[in-house]
């Protein structure tokens, strides 16, 4: 009930776009509950009048990124002090299954300061 308002959706145009938007908001509340994650700019994005979470996760896989990821972050070279080998061999799995080039990353991020 707390987040019935977000199961709302202004420009969802079939049921099956509706009941997406209900599982990006399950999504939100799963990480919150469960990880103790709290991605309110997620849930303002699939909320929002204009979007809805079906075009909200259109969008999102059309931008092709994943260097903004956890795993891209952890594999940095500034952090490999704090992560076993084991940890950043599933972070660097996870990423080069979806096609992400680490290595190219992790070089731009020297060239960058930090940013890719």
């Not at 990423?95 to 300061?113: E, I, P, Q």
Request: charged content about 30%.
């Amino acid at each position: 009930a707390r987040y019935s308002q977000y199961r709302r959706a202004a420009k969802v145009t079939t049921d099956r776009e509706l009941a997406f938007h209900g599982a990006m908001v399950d999504l939100y509340l799963r990480a919150n509950c469960e990880a103790s994650y709290n991605a309110t700019y997620f849930l303002q994005l699939i909320s929002a009048a204009e979007l809805g979470g079906y075009r909200t996760a259109r969008q999102l896989i059309h931008r092709g990124r994943l260097d903004p990821t956890v795993e891209a972050v952890i594999l940095r070279p500034e952090w490999a002090d704090l992560f076993p080998d084991e940890e950043r061999a599933i972070a660097r799995r996870r990423l080069t299954d979806y096609g992400f080039d680490v290595d190219r990353s992790v070089a731009s991020v020297g060239a960058n300061g930090g940013r890719s």
